[in-house]
């Protein structure tokens, strides 16, 4: 303990030991959401057998993160894969490393940031040992909640909503950005009705803050629209201190599957959240672990693949809850959707977007998105 606190980094944890394939995982924050992504990775990396390494930046940074990746990289007991997000400014760089050291390296989560590109291409392109990328539709994800939000709004008032606010996270994340773009195509659509977007920079206190004063500034305010369910809770926090009652005369919604946003769904105060992408890591996990054994993914969606999120709302919530409970995460058999365990896979064409149904068909048997 006192060796890694001094390296500057989160005592590892570790799955199952396995006499197959070794995998860190760069955990970027201690937010509850990637406890629970590390928790997920786990329970699949148990059930293939991956010796898996979880260190988590305690900074929150993209350069924090990429010292931190320096750090594995010094240790003499080096993985076969690393595994981590795509952060601004330093991908390349931590592509590049990672290659160096001779080993393999997949990316989840958030999307190449496009300035980097450029340099890195796609997977396999211009560095081979970075064998894939994969992550949510950030885009669609935006522009679906703001569709969803327009339309309950209508459900419940009967009237068509004036006035709409978005609070986005942190200029530099690229899961902002391109939620801002599938709001902005969205509300493209939506004639000219008055909007704007914040940033909030995920927080839930800010988010608070700044709901409070725009309620005050338009009392007309119809919609907000969040790109996370922290800043979603704290707009409602915001609301009732400001005598609104969301859900009745105000809709609100969020992205994460938050377990407090959860709570306020079944309350009927949250109107919906998507989510499902805390199980991108176990996803990438098991295509690792195929591609290893030699059956490349690459035929059944490319290198770098998207994957749709799915909404959670009150009449769904019961099955949204199976598919987080870690209980059920450790019933499953994961080894049931690897083509290395399962012969009757090898000829299959799953995109990642299937891959995570049959997922959460595993973990809710009948869960309907």
């Not at 240790?75 to 080993?103: N, S, W």
């Not at 539709?137 to 009967?158: C, I």
């Not at 996270?169 to 493209?188: K, Y």
């Not at 896979?345 to 149904?357: K, M, P, Q, V």
Request: contains cysteine; hydrophobic residues 40%.
């Amino acid at each position: 303990m006192i060796i890694c606190q001094v390296l500057g980094f989160a005592l590892p944890t570790h799955a199952a030991p396995s006499a197959g394939v070794k995998v860190v995982f760069l955990s970027p924050d201690t937010s509850r959401f990637w406890h629970m992504v590390g928790g997920f990775m786990q329970a699949v990396a148990d059930d293939l057998e991956i010796d898996l390494t979880i260190y988590t930046d305690q900074d929150r940074n993209r350069f924090s993160y990429r010292d931190l990746l320096n750090k594995v990289l010094e240790q003499p007991d080096r993985p076969d894969y690393i595994v981590f997000m795509c952060k601004e400014k330093v991908t390349h760089d931590m592509l590049t490393r990672v290659g160096e050291a001779g080993i393999k390296v997949f990316t989840f989560n958030t999307s190449v940031p496009e300035e980097e590109l450029a340099k890195t291409g796609q997977p396999r392109e211009k560095l081979p040992h970075w064998i894939g990328h994969l992550s949510p539709d950030n885009r669609a994800a935006g522009a679906t909640l703001a569709t969803e939000l327009f339309k309950r709004y209508q459900q419940k008032t009967g009237n068509q909503a004036n006035m709409l606010v978005g609070l986005s996270g942190s200029r530099d994340s690229s899961a902002a950005i391109h939620r801002n773009e599938g709001l902005r195509n969205m509300l493209e659509g939506q004639g000219s009705i008055d909007h704007q977007l914040l940033f909030a920079d995920w927080d839930q206190e800010e988010a608070r803050l700044k709901v409070e004063r725009l309620i005050a500034r338009y009392p007309a305010l119809d919609l907000i629209w969040n790109a996370s369910d922290g800043m979603a809770l704290g707009a409602i926090d915001a609301a009732r201190a400001t005598g609104r009652k969301p859900g009745e005369d105000l809709m609100v919604g969020g992205l994460d599957w938050e377990q407090r946003a959860l709570d306020e769904i079944g309350e009927g105060r949250m109107a919906l959240s998507l989510g499902r992408h805390f199980m991108g890591g176990g996803l990438a996990l098991l295509l690792i672990h195929d591609y290893h054994t030699g059956y490349d993914f690459a035929g059944q969606g490319g290198v770098s693949m998207n994957y749709s999120l799915a909404i959670a709302d009150r009449d769904n919530l019961g099955g949204v809850r199976e598919v987080m409970d870690p209980a059920n995460w450790d019933e499953t058999d994961f080894r049931q959707f690897s083509k290395h365990y399962t012969e009757a896979l090898r000829g299959d064409t799953a995109t990642a977007s299937e891959l995570l149904d049959d997922f959460m068909g595993a973990l809710s048997p009948g869960f309907q998105r």
